[in-house]
C-alpha cells in the first residue's frame, strides 16, 4: 500500500472549474493504475475515472466523462482531475486510490487498496 495524498478541493459557483491532485508519498504511481471516486453525504462511494497502469487507458462514469478529465504528469509523481462546468450535483469528498502493481483500472472500488484521505469539493448554486 501507498499513501496518498489529495488537493485542489475548494468551494466553486455552479459553471466553475476545479482540478484536483493526488500525489503518493515515497514513489511514483507508474506501474499502478489510478482512480477517482467520490462520496456525498448519505449516499454510497461513486466511481469518477480511472487510468490504467501504462497510462493511455482512462475510464469514465458516463454521466461525467463530457465534464471530467483525468490525466497524469510525465514523472507518474502525481496524477490529476479536472472537473468543468460543475454542478451542485458535483458537491462530495473525492478520493483518490490506488491498484496493485501492474493491475487493470477498475470502476470498483474493491479493486484498489490504497486510499487518500480525500478532498471536498462544494459547488454552490
Known amino acids: 500500500q501507498v499513501q496518498l495524498v489529495e488537493s485542489g478541493g475548494g468551494l466553486v459557483q455552479a459553471g466553475g472549474s476545479l482540478r484536483l491532485s493526488c500525489a503518493a508519498s515515497?514513489?511514483?504511481?507508474?506501474?499502478?493504475?489510478m482512480a477517482w471516486f467520490r462520496q456525498a453525504a448519505g449516499k454510497e462511494r461513486e466511481f469518477v475515472a480511472a487510468?490504467?497502469?501504462?497510462?493511455?487507458?482512462?475510464i469514465y462514469a458516463d454521466s461525467l466523462k463530457d465534464r471530467f478529465t483525468m490525466s497524469r504528469d510525465d514523472g507518474g509523481d502525481t496524477v490529476s482531475l479536472q472537473m468543468n462546468n460543475l454542478k451542485a450535483e458535483d458537491t462530495a469528498l473525492y478520493y483518490c486510490?490506488?491498484?496493485?502493481?501492474?493491475?487493470?483500472?477498475?470502476?470498483?472500488?474493491?479493486?484498489?487498496?490504497?486510499w487518500g484521505q480525500g478532498t471536498q469539493v462544494t459547488v454552490s448554486s
Open positions: 486510490a490506488a491498484g496493485p502493481l501492474h493491475a487493470s483500472a477498475s470502476m470498483t472500488p474493491d479493486a484498489y487498496d490504497s
Open positions: 515515497g514513489r511514483t504511481f507508474s506501474g499502478y493504475p
Open positions: 487510468m490504467n497502469w501504462w497510462g493511455g487507458s482512462r
